[in-house]
């Protein structure tokens, strides 16, 4: 089963972590990878997202069929 993704809040809102949003709720990778998404106009760290790989993509494609009828 998938790890819910436990993340924080920085002053401006933006959360430390991102994970994948799957099934209705964020959840944490398969392989537990992160990627650091930088601040394009100072190239600072904003957060990171997790790597999918595709394990993450058959839950989503199983989430999106569960969800379409």
Do not use: C
């Not at 089963?1 to 944490?28: F, P, Q, V």
């Not at 930088?38 to 839950?59: F, M």
Request: proline share 3%; net charge negative; aromatic share 6%.
């Amino acid at each position: 089963m998938a790890t819910e993704l436990k993340s924080t809040e920085n002053e401006h809102g933006i959360k430390s972590e991102y994970g994948h949003y799957i099934g209705g709720e964020w959840i944490a990778g398969d392989s537990g990878k992160t990627i650091d998404l930088l601040n394009p106009s100072t190239g600072k760290v904003l957060t990171k997202i997790q790597a999918g790989n595709a394990k993450d993509i058959e839950r989503a494609i199983a989430a999106a069929k569960a969800a379409f009828p």
